[in-house]
Nanobody, 122 residues
Framework: QLQLLESGGGMVPAGGSLRLSCVAS????????MGWFRQIPGKDREFVGA????????NYAESVKGRFTISRDNAKNTLYLQMSSVTAEDTAVYYC???????????????WGRGTQVTVSS
């Protein structure tokens, strides 16, 4: 079992930056791909980006490429999402996910955090 706990959400002005963190605990933490998804009310959860546990490669949704950066610190069992140049369309609950290859491909997760709200103010 794996537990994921997100933090760092809040309100940020349009054009600003915010960093989310996700601390993982449990067995074989370092053996999973990890990523971020987001969801707004009434819509499906959508892929933001992910990082491979094997080689550190990253994969991003087109909507965040060039603005968001994912990284992981294996020593701290922590995943980060650095958000920059945010817009109102980035307002959502952001979820940390971990699991097998489908996480890296953006197809879903095997383990989920509870989410952290990000609100972009205009």
């Amino acid at each position: 079992q794996l537990q994921l706990l997100e933090s760092g959400g809040g309100m940020v002005p349009a054009g600003g930056s915010l960093r989310l963190s996700c601390v993982a605990s449990g067995s074989a933490v370092g053996s999973y791909h990890m990523g971020w998804f987001r969801q707004i009310p009434g819509k499906d959860r959508e892929f933001v980006g992910a990082v491979s546990w094997t080689d550190g490669r990253t994969n991003y949704a087109e909507s965040v490429k060039g603005r968001f950066t994912i990284s992981r610190d294996n020593a701290k069992n922590t995943l980060y999402l650095q958000m920059s140049s945010v817009t109102a369309e980035d307002t959502a609950v952001y979820y940390c996910a971990a699991g097998l290859r489908r996480v890296f491909l953006g197809e879903g997760g095997d383990y989920w955090g509870r989410g952290t709200q990000v609100t972009v103010s205009s």
